[in-house]
Every structure is written in C-alpha cells, then in structure tokens.
C-alpha cells in the first residue's frame, strides 16, 4: 500500500514539475495532481526538493537500465550497439515525456539546473565507460575526446526530442531515427548498413 502510494505521488509530481518547473510547484500542486491528501505527501515526502530528488533519481536509473540492455545486448554486432544505444534514448524520451521535459529543460535556477546535473553523473559515467571501450578497441577515432562525444550524443537527441514536443510533433519516427543514425554514423566515422537501421 505504502509503495503504490508513493508512486502514485510520484508520478503527480512528475506531471506537476514538468507543467509548472520546480519554482513554481508547490506541495499543494503535487498533492492536488497525484489525487492525495497532503498529510499523505508530508508523510512520504517531507519537502518538496526531497520529492524532486526522488522523481529524478527514479527517471535516471530508468533512463540507466534501457540503455545498459542496449550497450550490454550480446546478440547483435558492435556497430548496431552503437546504434541501438542511440535509439534506445530516443525511444525512451519519447515515451517518458515529462521526464524529458525535466530532464532536458534548463530552468534557470541554478540550484535545481546543477541537482539535475549531479543526478546525471552516474549515466554519463556509464557512456562514457563505453564509448572509452570502444576508443580502447580501435572501432571510435583516438582523437576524438569521449566525454565530448557523449555529451554531443545527449544533446543531438535530448533537443531533437524537446523541439519536437514543444511543435507538438511525434516523436519515435522512422524518419527522426534514420536522419539521428546517419548524423551519428558520420560524426563516428562508422559505416552505417540499412540492417542497422530498422534494428528493433
């Protein structure tokens, strides 16, 4: 009971977050869009930064465990790894709306801009871990630096996904996916084939 409850909160929070930002969010909003009572919310969460941090965290290890299956998928060659990691970001922003908005969005208050960053570590961690690898084995150029590689990566899908949602546009198109793996493939230098494309 207690677990669904907190979901439940979560989940109101989240909406309300991505509506209204983080400034202009109150306890009683969250508590208003999650359908609890705010004695409930308290009990839970004592602050709303506690329930910000919490929303986020929970978005990050989601965002972690897709891509991770993608990196870690065995039964496809390195080169559609790549690009399954890819379109495992864009997937899962397109499916997961309000946490891109939270996620992507700079806000201009720096004290939730830079939590949003700390909360990030661990995923940039986890790519540029792989991506050094790959650097390791010979498959990505040893000029290019990583940490700018992964965050280039981050960008080019995370605005593609924001603009997007902002004209009101789908998301997770054939045509969006093939345009994101051609500019990926020729920043990497990798040779794309039409396989890799389609790959599901």
Do not use: W
Not at 5 to 20: E, Y
Not at 98 to 109: A, F, H, P
Not at 144 to 151: A, P
Not at 179 to 188: D, E, N
């Amino acid at each position: 009971m207690a677990a669904s409850k907190k979901d439940q909160i979560s989940k109101g929070a989240l909406v309300a977050f991505s509506r209204n930002g983080y400034s202009e969010t109150t306890m009683d909003t969250i508590a208003e869009t999650a359908n609890v009572a705010k004695g409930t919310l308290y009990y839970h969460f004592k602050t709303k930064e506690e329930l910000f941090v919490y929303v986020n965290q929970k978005g990050v290890e989601m965002l972690i465990a897709s891509v991770t299956e993608a990196i870690l998928d065995q039964s496809i060659s390195i080169t559609e790894r790549i690009f399954h990691v890819l379109d495992e970001h864009l997937r899962f922003f397109a499916d997961n709306r309000e946490l891109c908005m939270l996620l992507l969005s700079i806000s201009g208050d720096s004290q939730r801009d830079r939590l949003i960053g700390t909360l990030l570590t661990d995923y940039f961690q986890m790519m540029e871990s792989f991506f050094t690898e790959l650097q390791q084995q010979g498959r990505l150029q040893a000029d290019l630096e990583v940490r700018t590689v992964v965050s280039s990566l981050f960008g080019m899908v995370g605005m593609t996904v924001l603009r997007k949602m902002f004209r009101e546009e789908p998301v997770y198109t054939d045509e969006t996916r093939h345009t994101l793996l051609i500019l990926c493939a020729r920043a990497l230098g990798i040779n794309i084939d039409k396989g890799v494309e389609h790959h599901e």
